[in-house]
Each structure stands twice: as C-alpha cells, then as structure tokens.
C-alpha cells in the first residue's frame, strides 16, 4: 500500500472535486478488503447511493469519505431515508475515513467501520432544505462518530504509516460476533461496548458500567430493565471474546 496518491493530477472546478476524485482513485488502487482480505477493492462505475466501492470476492461494499482535517463528532451523509432503509435491511456499506494532507498529496489516516456498527442512534436526521433550496424538501443525514465504540473504527493508516495488515484483519476479525446480533439486541450490545471504552480503563467493577444507566435508559426510554440488559450485554461480550470475568462482579477488557 503505497500512501501518496497517484502522479497524474487533473485540474478540476474545485479543491474539494480534485480531492474526491483523487483519494476515491487511491482508495481504488492501494485499499483491500477488511472482510476477506481481498488485496484489492474496485470502484462503482456509475454514481451508488452510498456506496463508493465494493469487493468482487465478498460482495462487501465501501463508502469513503475523505476530508483534509480530522474527523470530528459527526460526518455529513446521504439521503437520511436511504441510509436507514440499509441499516433496517442490515445492508449498509462498511465506512472509509480517510483524511489526506492537501500540500504532501498523502493519505495521513485512514480507518475503517465495519457495516454492522451502524444502528438507529449513530445516525441523525439533518433538517430538510428550505424551500428556496435547489433540492428543497431533502432530509440529509449525519453519521455520528462519536456513537461508535472505538474499537470499531479500525486504523488502516496511523499518522501516514501504514499499520501491519494482518493486525488489521484480526481487529476486524475479533469484531465478528457482533453482526449476529439484530435490531436493538445490536444496538445495546454497541452502547454498552462505547460505554466501557470510554470509562478509559480495561479493569472495572459492574458499579462502574451501572454509571452510564441513566445514559442508556435515554437512548432506550421505553425500557424499565437498563440494568439486567446491561448484566446481559457484558455476557455476550464475554461469549465474544471481547471481555473477561474477572469474579466478584470484577471485568477486564480483552
Ligand atoms: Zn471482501
């Protein structure tokens, strides 16, 4: 995987089409597929909504998003219907962050989210456009990074190094057992993960995940039982691989 994009620059309107043209030509060129290790990933010819990119030997699809500064909390995204009509059908494209350096013309981080990290609360409805607008009426969406637990965006390349490829596959990997899970059964267990990642600690007691009961009873109001799901999702962690009973109500993250 080389990091600089290709030699050949073409002149466009603006900066943000050259960027766009340029990194999906990179994307094209140097990514591979996190899925199935496919060393390769070929582009849609003709405009997808939303999707960018696909694998011929998995049939997994990629959306890229590349911008010069850093991701921050949230992403712009397509139409908000779309993207949750994918979801609902479990057929949403894995996610490509891509942020280059305009002056180097290199790719300076990349990370990847598997498809099955996008439920209901990771996305947001955007206000539709005024009615003085080209498309008025349009109701766009937000992807909400920061409602994806860390371990699910997966660094490809790390301050413009290229990290190991067969380390990448194995996070990957180790995600797995999450896309058995369906509907809100996947949306706690992913809510419950962003909560342990963010207490910023591997070793914890089930008072400390109880702290963020107040959090999830407002992603999910209609539910009286935040703390049994909460014991019900540390074992389905535990199945998974991702975390370990440590005894007497003692958890450390794998
Ligand atoms: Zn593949």
Same mark, same amino acid.
């Given at each position: 995987?080389?990091?600089?994009?290709?030699?050949?620059?073409?002149?466009?309107?603006?900066?943000?089409?050259?960027?766009? $043209?340029?990194?999906?030509?990179?994307? #094209?060129?140097?990514?591979?597929?996190?899925?199935?290790?496919?060393?390769?990933?070929?582009?849609?010819?003709?405009?997808?909504?939303?999707?960018?990119?696909?694998?011929?030997?998995?049939?997994?699809?990629?959306?890229?998003?590349?911008?010069?500064?850093?991701?921050?909390?949230? @992403?712009?995204?397509?139409?908000?219907?779309?993207?949750?009509?994918?979801?609902?059908?479990?057929?949403?494209?894995?996610?490509?962050?891509?942020?280059?350096?305009?002056?180097?013309?290199? @790719?300076?981080?990349?990370?990847? $989210?598997?498809?099955?990290?996008?439920?209901?609360?990771?996305?947001?409805?955007?206000?539709?456009?005024?009615?003085?607008?080209?498309?008025?009426?349009?109701?766009?969406?937000?992807?909400?990074?920061?409602?994806?637990?860390?371990?699910?965006?997966?660094? =490809?390349?790390?301050?413009?190094?290229?990290?190991?490829?067969?380390?990448?596959?194995?996070?990957?990997?180790?995600?797995?057992?999450?896309?058995?899970?369906? #509907?809100?059964?996947?949306?706690?267990?992913?809510? $419950?993960?962003?909560?342990?990642?963010?207490?910023?600690?591997?070793?914890?007691?089930?008072?400390? $995940?109880?702290?963020?009961?107040?959090?999830?009873?407002? @992603?999910?109001?209609?539910?009286?039982?935040?703390?049994?799901?909460?014991?019900?999702?540390?074992? =389905?962690?535990?199945?998974?691989?991702?975390?370990?009973?440590?005894?007497?109500?003692?958890?450390?993250?794998?």
């Amino acid at each position: 995987m080389r990091i600089g994009f290709s030699e050949a620059a073409t002149p466009f309107e603006s900066a943000s089409q050259t960027a766009r $043209v340029e990194t999906e030509d990179w994307a #094209g060129t140097n990514m591979f597929c996190l899925n199935c290790g496919c060393p390769r990933l070929n582009r849609y010819t003709a405009n997808k909504p939303v999707a960018d990119l696909y694998c011929t030997e998995c049939g997994d699809q990629y959306e890229l998003k590349s911008q010069s500064r850093a991701f921050g909390r949230k @992403v712009m995204d397509g139409a908000y219907e779309t993207k949750i009509n994918r979801l609902r059908s479990d057929t949403s494209p894995n996610l490509i962050l891509l942020q280059y350096n305009r002056k180097r013309r290199t @790719v300076e981080n990349l990370k990847v $989210v598997p498809r099955y990290f996008f439920v209901p609360q990771a996305i947001e409805r955007r206000a539709p456009l005024s009615l003085t607008a080209r498309r008025a009426g349009w109701v766009g969406s937000n992807i909400l990074l920061d409602r994806i637990p860390a371990s699910g965006q997966i660094a =490809v390349i790390q301050s413009g190094i290229v990290r190991n490829r067969s380390h990448v596959l194995e996070e990957w990997n180790r995600l797995r057992f999450i896309q058995e899970k369906r #509907g809100d059964a996947r949306g706690w267990l992913l809510e $419950v993960m962003r909560c342990l990642q963010n207490m910023g600690q591997s070793d914890f007691s089930l008072a400390d $995940v109880y702290c963020f009961e107040q959090e999830l009873a407002a @992603v999910y109001p209609r539910n009286n039982n935040v703390r049994p799901k909460i014991r019900q999702q540390l074992q =389905v962690l535990r199945d998974g691989g991702f975390l370990e009973f440590l005894g007497n109500g003692r958890y450390r993250l794998r």
